[in-house]
């Protein structure tokens, strides 16, 4: 069983940026597919980006151009920088890891862009 823990989440302005963090408990070298989803009040939980273990990317088409996902397997860590966050990005961002059918969680962090 990996944890994932995320931090970076908070209040930040329109137009601003933010840098969300995933630490795994475990080594991540192994895992394939790693993302981060979000949820919005009152609407279901979406995927935003992933990166495989091969760091092929695929992103939402809406934080196209503004997201960008990283990992490092050295220090087992997954990464989501955030730019020009526009209020609709509001969200509990949760980091998922994903070996075969077996999925793990992290905690969620919110975010919330808002002048």
């Known amino acids: 069983q990996v944890q994932l823990v995320e931090s970076g989440g908070g209040l930040v302005e329109p137009g601003g940026s933010l840098r969300l963090s995933c630490a795994a408990s475990?080594?991540?070298?192994?895992?394939?597919?790693m993302g981060w989803y979000r949820q919005a009040p009152g609407k279901e939980r979406e995927l935003v980006a992933s990166?495989?273990?091969?760091?092929?990317?695929n992103y939402l088409d809406s934080v196209k151009g503004r997201f960008t996902i990283s990992r490092d397997n050295a220090k087992n860590m997954v990464y989501l920088e955030m730019n020009s966050l526009k209020a609709e990005d509001t969200a509990v961002y949760y980091c998922?890891?994903?070996?075969?059918?077996?999925?793990?969680w992290g905690q969620g962090t919110q975010v919330t862009v808002s002048s």
């Open positions: 998922n890891g994903r070996i075969s059918v077996v999925v793990f």
């Open positions: 475990a080594s991540i070298f192994s895992i394939p597919y």
């Open positions: 990166i495989t273990s091969n760091g092929i990317r």
